[in-house]
């Protein structure tokens, strides 16, 4: 559904890593005085550009949290690579002891076997190759050594595509710190423009910002279509007051899709961290059969999120300083309706 009308309200953050900021809803969803067809005023002005930062900012904290879910499984594979190198460094180790314990007994009892040469070798795959070509190495020693062969080979390799993977994972934490700039810029002008306003104008737009914020609504013979969306719902609904933190997904703090992800968490069910992805976490349906429990997407990016409560409103994380509240659910105009 659209919403044409000015927006008093600024939107919301996402994480660190999460998802998306939060904006606050549409001037007359909020029952505000839409300003005339006369040229609008400065403080109309700096209003209107307040908002634009604010769904700048959203936008750029979106894809901090890209860059920061992508940041973290590269660690993940990074810490479980280094555990198999150390394992696989283990066996190597001891494969070349047990042959190197045989070196030694044959040396004491007068010969060395020349296969076991391998072990003085900075290149073994090479000496090996030159040993079987020669004819030189028994069958139980060229076992031995073709699996100390192939553990040196998958050692190589492992380390190679670990040092990839620390590459990629280094670009990906550079994006994380240049998104998060972009989000901490934009909301710094932000505040700065605000606190430019009169302070009777900064009253009312910290008041529109968080009207409709703290009381409950559950309509009568609204139920969620799932027992899992039941126990979503009133997980977001016991998180209402609770503070917005940027880039937070629980328990004493949220952003946008962060509180998605924290409500369905406590359903059991494991969502995407951002709002574009949990955008396609299940199946969509129109806005008109919404029912409790289902995510409600904004803007054609799905840049912000909240959770459909009944009676026409959402449960979401709007942005920095107000907290976790129930807002219309025309506040912005809808995306998309996610039933997970």
Same mark, same amino acid.
């Given at each position: 559904?659209?919403?044409?009308?000015?927006?008093?309200?600024?939107?919301?953050?996402?994480?660190?890593?999460?998802?998306?900021l939060?904006?606050?809803?549409?001037?007359?969803?909020?029952?505000?005085?839409?300003?005339?067809?006369?040229?609008?005023?400065?403080?109309?002005?700096?209003?209107?550009?307040?908002?634009?930062?604010?769904?700048?900012?959203?936008?750029?904290?979106?894809?901090?949290?890209?860059?920061?879910?992508r940041a973290g499984?590269?660690?993940?594979?990074?810490?479980? /690579?280094?555990?198999?190198?150390?394992?696989?460094?283990?066996?190597?180790?001891?494969?070349?002891?047990?042959?190197?314990?045989?070196?030694?007994?044959?040396?004491?009892?007068?010969?060395?076997?020349?296969?076991?040469?391998?072990?003085?070798?900075?290149?073994?795959a090479?000496y090996?190759d030159?040993?079987?070509?020669?004819?030189?190495?028994? /069958?139980?020693?060229?076992?031995?050594?073709?699996?100390?062969?192939?553990?040196?080979?998958?050692?190589?390799?492992?380390?190679?595509?670990?040092?990839?993977?620390?590459?990629?994972?280094?670009?990906?934490?550079?994006?994380v710190?240049?998104?998060?700039?972009?989000?901490?810029?934009k909301l710094?002008?932000a505040?700065?423009?605000?606190?430019?306003?009169?302070?009777?104008e900064?009253?009312?737009?910290?008041?529109?910002?968080?009207?409709?914020?703290?009381?409950?609504?559950?309509? /009568?013979?609204?139920?969620?279509?799932s027992?899992?969306?039941?126990?979503?719902?009133?997980?977001?609904?016991?998180?209402?007051?609770?503070?917005y933190?940027?880039?937070?997904?629980?328990?004493?703090?949220f952003?946008?899709?962060?509180?998605?992800?924290?409500?369905?968490?406590q359903?059991?069910?494991g969502?995407?961290?951002?709002?574009?992805?949990?955008?396609?976490?299940?199946?969509?349906v129109?806005l008109?059969?919404?029912?409790?429990?289902?995510?409600?997407?904004?803007?054609?990016?799905?840049?912000?999120?909240?959770?459909?409560?009944?009676?026409?409103?959402?449960?979401?994380?709007?942005?920095?300083? /107000?907290?976790?509240r129930?807002?219309?659910?025309?506040?912005?105009?809808?995306?998309?309706?996610?039933?997970?």
């Open positions: 559904m659209g919403s044409h009308h000015r927006r008093l309200v600024p939107p919301g953050f996402n994480r660190g890593a999460s998802a998306a939060c904006v606050l809803s549409a001037a007359a969803a909020l029952g505000a005085v839409q300003a005339g067809p006369a040229a609008a005023a400065p403080s109309d002005d700096t209003r209107a550009e307040v908002d634009r930062l604010y769904e700048e900012a959203e936008r750029a904290t979106e894809a901090f949290n890209k860059a920061d879910e499984t590269l660690r993940e594979q990074v810490g479980a /690579a280094q555990d198999r190198i150390a394992r696989q460094q283990e066996r190597v180790n001891t494969m070349r002891d047990a042959l190197g314990s045989l070196a030694g007994a044959q040396y004491r009892a007068g010969g060395v076997d020349p296969s076991l040469i391998l072990l003085l070798s900075e290149d073994p090479g090996l030159r040993a079987a070509a020669l004819d030189r190495i028994s /069958a139980h020693h060229a076992g031995e050594l073709k699996d100390l062969q192939r553990a040196l080979r998958d050692l190589a390799q492992e380390r190679e595509e670990t040092t990839g993977r620390l590459k990629r994972l280094e670009k990906s934490r550079s994006a710190a240049e998104h998060k700039r972009t989000v901490e810029h710094a002008k505040r700065r423009l605000l606190n430019s306003l009169p302070a009777e900064r009253a009312e737009y910290d008041r529109v910002s968080r009207a409709g914020g703290t009381h409950r609504s559950d309509p /009568a013979g609204a139920a969620a279509p027992a899992r969306a039941a126990a979503a719902i009133a997980a977001a609904r016991a998180a209402v007051g609770r503070p933190v940027w880039g937070a997904n629980g328990p004493h703090g952003d946008c899709s962060g509180l998605m992800q924290w409500s369905y968490a359903a059991g069910v969502l995407p961290r951002t709002s574009q992805a949990q955008r396609y976490a299940g199946r969509h129109p008109s059969e919404a029912q409790p429990g289902d995510l409600v997407l904004y803007r054609e990016d799905a840049s912000h999120v909240g959770m459909y409560a009944g009676n026409g409103q959402v449960i979401h994380a709007p942005y920095p300083g /107000a907290p976790v129930y807002d219309p659910v025309g506040m912005m105009p809808v995306s998309a309706v996610t039933r997970v």
